[in-house]
């Protein structure tokens, strides 16, 4: 058998068991280490005094009784001692020959003996109706056991004695021994007491000590509902906060700590996973509608080049008109690939010219192009500028999103409605601010987060119409993005829409004079 399989075996269990049982089980093994420490010590001290005070009793005893004589002498009722009957008056009952004095019982009794340890003597005052058992007493044997007091054992092996040895100067000895049994007695008490006030007081810390150690790992079934709860999957639970100077408290803090970064790292993850599941449905929508754009002139080219190759165009005049359809819907392909191409890049974010970019000159040139495209309508241009309306910017790109704001605005409203261009600069906020604002129909408002999006169109019919694929709006938000702006649309009050592009002010821009 393995020597250590027992100990692994205990160790295993030990292991198996609550930490409560644990703590408790300590206690009482401590506690009652201690009482039976403290029980042995206050038992041997107290043996210890009361020994002392036989101690002095025998040799007060003994110093009185070296002064007398005991020969031939019995004093006292009871059998004789030494064993077998003696002569009348030693060892034997009483007689009226011997020399009797009546005293009332004690805890003393008095042996002498001859040099060659032949007894003489006894004086015997004491309840115990067994004497000591002592050696032969000669003279040699009483001087090793002379001046000092030791115990002995009664001859029925009942009770013990104490005794001590005097040695006259003629070489007879006289033994002084007084009975332990009240000593015993008392000794025996005060263990019955102890083990009895130990047991109790071991019953009453055992409860007191499980009450307060259960009540103490209250926090910590705590931590384990939590942990459960959190196993289940609701990542917001926490711990409840507990002072830091305990050992408890210190661990909710740290538990606390780690659920939020547990919390914060999913929390991470969930948008990361949310956003990649947004952008592969943005991406598949993307295709789908590039798709969808994209086929619409392929057709309309694959459908003028049958017809030439069928013939349908028999008359001269025929063969142009077919090739300018051919060229028309070659150029709106290739400004649909164009836009895709510039979204493509924007979304690499690769890098722009950055020069400084006069914003008033260019939305004044935008105001007159379109003033010149739609003749019939009342374009109003205002400014109100304190500084220089100047950015840092890529101005090819700036004049394409005032561009498409202003064509998404002639397009989109019914002919003739006017349109409202303005231009103002912020110093507080260092930036500049333009806008551009119809009477049309305006956007509702579940479509203003979306009029930005790739391929949004809300009236597909009108936006077919007039040409648009519905990259407009999402090129200009890449472009303002891409020179650190925000653009918006809000309604505008008494019908139609307005957008808003704001833009940083250079910082050497110059106050207006």
């Not at 349908?312 to 191409?341: F, K, Q, W, Y």
């Not at 103002?424 to 500049?432: Q, S």
Request: one cysteine or more.
């Amino acid at each position: 058998m393995n020597p250590r399989r027992p100990l692994d075996e205990a160790q295993a269990a030990l292991a198996r068991t609550p930490l409560r049982v644990k703590l408790v089980g300590a206690i009482l093994l401590l506690t009652t280490a201690g009482l039976v420490v403290a029980g042995a010590a206050t038992t041997a001290a107290l043996h210890s005094y009361l020994l002392g005070r036989v101690d002095d009793q025998l040799r007060s005893f003994a110093h009185d009784a070296g002064d007398h004589n005991f020969t031939g002498r019995v004093v006292g009722a009871g059998p004789g001692f030494g064993g077998a009957p003696g002569p009348v008056g030693i060892g034997g009952p009483p007689s009226e020959s011997a020399d009797t004095e009546p005293r009332p019982p004690s805890q003393i009794f008095i042996e002498q003996y001859q040099p060659d340890g032949h007894r003489d003597g006894i004086y015997n005052l004491t309840y115990e109706t067994s004497p000591p058992a002592l050696p032969p007493m000669t003279t040699a044997a009483a001087t090793r056991l002379s001046g000092h007091a030791v115990s002995v054992p009664s001859q029925d092996h009942r009770t013990s004695w104490r005794v001590m040895t005097i040695v006259r100067s003629d070489g007879s000895s006289v033994v002084v021994a007084s009975s332990l049994s009240d000593v015993n007695h008392t000794t025996h008490r005060v263990i019955l007491l102890e083990v009895a006030i130990g047991l109790a007081a071991i019953v009453l810390i055992g409860f007191a000590g499980n009450v307060v150690i259960s009540r103490s790992l209250r926090p910590l079934v705590r931590v384990e509902t939590t942990a459960a709860a959190i196993a289940d999957g609701d990542l917001t639970q926490r711990v409840p906060d507990l002072p830091e100077r305990t050992e408890v408290g210190r661990l909710s803090a740290a538990l606390n700590t780690m659920l939020a970064q547990i919390e914060t790292a999913f929390a991470h993850e969930r948008e990361s996973q949310e956003r990649a599941t947004a952008s592969e449905a943005r991406m598949r929508q993307f295709v789908a509608d590039a798709s969808h754009e994209l086929r619409t002139p392929l057709t309309s080219i694959q459908g003028f080049a049958e017809l030439f190759r069928m013939g349908a165009a028999a008359a001269p005049t025929d063969v142009p008109h077919l090739m300018s359809r051919i060229e028309t819907e070659a150029a709106r392909m290739g400004l649909l690939v164009e836009d895709l191409l510039l979204l493509a890049r924007l979304d690499q974010q690769r890098p722009l010219e950055r020069a400084p970019v006069d914003l008033l000159a260019i939305t004044t040139d935008v105001v007159h192009d379109a003033q010149v495209v739609a003749a019939d309508r009342a374009i109003c241009f205002t400014t109100q500028t304190d500084r220089a309306p100047v950015t840092i910017g890529d101005e090819p790109r700036l004049r394409q999103v005032l561009h498409n704001l202003m064509s998404n605005a002639i397009t989109h409203t019914p002919a003739g409605s006017p349109i409202d261009v303005a231009i103002r600069t912020t110093v507080a906020a260092a930036d500049v601010t333009i806008e551009i604002a119809d009477r049309g129909p305006g956007i509702p408002a579940e479509h203003a987060d979306l009029v930005f999006e790739r391929f949004f169109r809300e009236d597909a019919s009108r936006s077919r119409a007039a040409g648009g694929a519905g990259l407009g709006l999402s090129i200009v938000s890449g472009l303002v993005a891409a020179h650190s702006g925000t653009v918006e649309v809000r309604d505008r009050p008494g019908g139609g829409a307005v957008f808003s592009v704001r833009l940083p002010l250079a910082e050497d821009a110059p106050r207006s004079t």
